[in-house]
């Protein structure tokens, strides 16, 4: 009985010796430096002539047509676009055949600029359809940062209203 005791009492010793856990010695952790916890990641705002994405009515969108994008910092620096996405969301009517009421239907259109503002083109073809509801959206905004960086920043929606 004394001998089996022991072996029961030995195993159990090499197996609690075998799952605990062995303390490393601590080393000490490097101090944090004092500028990099200070710094804040970067934030950007896009503004189409002195607008944030907004809701604006038909005249002040189509003096805004020939207008840049402006891409600015928390610091008020201003960065140079690159390029952008252009999306039109227009609204179209038509008649249903079923129930014969005019209803409507979200028809949309862009192109990808590789400039801070719309072409010629797109610009004057919008002075002449905008319509109070359409959506123009600029997205996909790519900015030179410093030196060969390129940052995507916030995109605009400006609803016509």
Not at 19 to 27: D, E, H, L, M, Y
Not at 79 to 89: A, I, K
């Amino acid at each position: 009985m004394q001998k089996l005791f022991y072996t029961v009492l030995f195993f159990i010793c090499c197996s609690a010796a075998a799952t605990a856990q062995v303390r490393k010695p601590s080393t000490p952790k490097p101090a944090a430096k004092p500028a990099a916890a200070k710094e804040k990641p970067l934030g950007f705002r896009t503004t189409w002539g002195i607008f944030l994405s907004d809701t604006l009515p038909r005249p002040e969108v189509v003096k805004l047509l020939d207008s840049s994008l402006i891409v600015r910092d928390q610091k008020n620096n201003k960065f140079p676009v690159v390029s952008f996405d252009f999306t039109y969301e227009s609204k179209e009517a038509h008649l249903n055949d079923t129930t014969q009421q005019v209803g409507f239907y979200t028809e949309t259109t862009g192109d990808s600029f590789k400039s801070d503002k719309l072409s010629t083109l797109w610009s004057t073809r919008l002075k002449e359809t905008v319509q109070k509801g359409e959506v123009l959206l600029f997205s996909n905004i790519v900015i030179r940062y410093t030196g060969d960086k390129f940052y995507r920043v916030p995109e605009l929606r400006i609803v016509v209203n």
